[in-house]
């Protein structure tokens, strides 16, 4: 009985937590061991490094795995969809509604080829830059404007090997030297929910 109502207890407690108070941060990846420590799934090698480093843990739900991680007053909602990274936009509209989470709120993790190894940029609206978890994303919500945190791949491959290369594995050096990198995203992503993406961009996009 008394398990039973702390369950309630905590349930009108999550349903009592105001919108703007609440965040759906998405890490975007591919499910499967073969594509664990891929390029392609930094988003959710992010978001494991945030559960893990504060006790949080992934359940499997509708759409993806989903933990929820509490700083300074604010909800985090972490995401890894099992969509696939072509399928995103599906999970993230789901819990977007499910959890009453306003677009504002939304933080996109994802790999850029793009951008230099390690590199991170915090972005509040663009393109889709030809990567297909963008796209679905933009198709599902009908906008472009929702922030995201580009994560830089780099882009050493050999013409025509674009593929083989986002899906491949990191390499043990650069496994070790992404650490670093995947802690400062875990701090974009707290002051993204804190001090907001204005500020957060300001102090984080030259590092």
């Not at 993230?92 to 850029?112: C, G, H, R, S």
């Not at 230099?116 to 609206?125: C, D, E, I, Q, V």
């Not at 830059?129 to 679905?136: E, I, R, V």
């Amino acid at each position: 009985m008394i398990k039973q109502l702390f369950r309630l207890f905590e349930k009108k407690k999550k349903e009592n937590i105001p919108p703007e108070m609440k965040y759906l941060i998405v890490g975007i990846g591919n499910i499967g061991d073969e594509y664990d420590q891929t390029r392609h799934n930094i988003g959710f090698d992010v978001l494991d490094e945030l559960a893990r480093s504060n006790k949080a843990e992934f359940k499997d739900e509708r759409y993806g795995a989903v933990a929820t991680y509490k700083f300074k007053a604010r909800t985090f909602v972490l995401l890894k969809p099992n969509t696939y990274v072509n399928l995103s936009g599906r999970a993230i509209n789901y819990w977007m509604q499910k959890e009453k989470i306003p677009l504002a709120n939304l933080l996109v993790i994802v790999d850029d080829l793009a951008l230099p190894f390690g590199t991170l940029r915090l972005k509040t609206k663009g393109g889709d830059a030809g990567h297909n978890g963008l796209k679905s994303i933009q198709t599902v919500l009908a906008t472009s404007a929702y922030s995201r945190l580009r994560f830089g791949i780099g882009n050493e491959f050999s013409r025509g090997k674009q593929i083989d290369f986002v899906l491949g594995k990191w390499t043990d050096e650069e496994w070790a030297d992404l650490q670093e990198r995947i802690k400062i995203a875990i701090d974009i992503v707290k002051a993204f929910g804190t001090i907001g993406p204005g500020q957060t961009m300001s102090q984080f996009n030259n590092k």
